[in-house]
């Protein structure tokens, strides 16, 4: 392994080159995707759109369907939705109203792309250190209030995996001109739901929320996520966009995923016992191991912390074929914290028993 700094989970491409395998043979812990296939309606529905005028046609600019698919599951009118080609492109859009409030507050560590989208504005931000030290408690009360006009919140937060409670973020609501809340992860917290804000919206034209589908469906390949807000902003955001910034494809998978009420009622169950199951069996077995510190997490990550740099765990496991996240593009944490992204059981076994060889 070369000395390069990830800035991002996922890149299996560059680490499949680095480690000279192809991807099939990695198990990518660095990114934190649902393990399993994408629900068997939605590969149906993609095999069909490749067969019809899907590929064929322009999609459709008005993104209707999806649209009105997201509006019935949210219960939130349609004039506050917009689809985007992952989340990544609506903070792009976010990030510009940001730079018109003023100085925005980024929490650190915390997630790159929120200053990678200010950047693309010139739009000033500084960083706010959260604690490093949290409890197991869920929801926890969002710690911070910086003295800036914006704030960008993740909740649940990546990369410590708290979950922040909806009350502790209302509160901050009249404080800053414009607060860009991403739940990307949120779907997949059981019972976090409860924290979301997009009930807010409504009575908040200073919110903007953004989801993401790539996580709870394993579909980052596809790019897909929304964000809700005012009106009177997602109608100026359709009217500055590309023309066709969500593909066909992603359109009509979006849809069946967001109109399946039961199915997606059905997977949500089946995400969060994973979670529930798969979270406490590698917490418990991680403590186990001399020299590490698992953190309490509320969603598909967690981050571990080591009494010594942690990078040498890294790279015996990279040549494992086992991919964790180097911490160390996070000013805040470094070298001694890695982010594991939870697996299959038998996954998470082998991702356990390989710490536990490096570390004996
Ligand atoms: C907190 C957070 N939000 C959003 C994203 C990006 O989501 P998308 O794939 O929809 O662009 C990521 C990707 O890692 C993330 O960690």
Known sequence: MKGIIQTHGGNVNKEAQELNCSIEHLLDSSSSLVPF???????????????????????????????NAISSWHCIDPEMILPGNGAAELFTWAAKDAGKKG??????????????????????????SLPLEW????????????????????????????????????????????IICDEAFLPLVPNGEKQSLIPLVKTNPNLIVIRSLTKLFGIAGLRLGYAISYPDRIDRWKKLRDPWPVNGLALEAGTILMNERFLMQKWLNKVHSWVTKEGQWMYKNLS????????HSSCNFLLIK????????????????????DCRSFKALGENWLRIGLQSQKNNNRII????????
């Open 135 to 178: 409890s197991n408690e869920t929801p926890q009360v969002f710690p911070l209030k910086p003295n800036s006009n914006v704030i960008w919140i993740t909740n649940p937060h990546n990369p410590t995996g708290q979950l922040w409670s909806q009350k502790s973020i209302r509160d901050l609501i009249k404080r800053y001109s414009l």
């Open 353 to 360: 028993k390989k710490i536990r060889k490096f570390i004996s």
């Open 306 to 325: 080591g009494d010594n740099s942690l990078i040498p765990l890294r790279n015996y496991l990279a040549k494992e074929k086992i991919l964790l996240r």
């Open 37 to 67: 296939d994408p629900p068997f309606h939605l590969r149906r529905c993609l095999h069909k759109c490749i067969n019809s005028r899907t590929l064929r046609d322009y999609p459709d600019r008005e993104q209707n369907n999806l649209i």
């Open 103 to 128: 100085i925005s507050g980024l929490p650190s560590p915390g997630f790159s792309d929120y200053s990678r989208a200010l950047r693309c504005w010139d739009a000033s931000y500084f960083e706010f």
């Open 288 to 295: 186990l191991i001399n020299g590490i510190e698992p953190q």
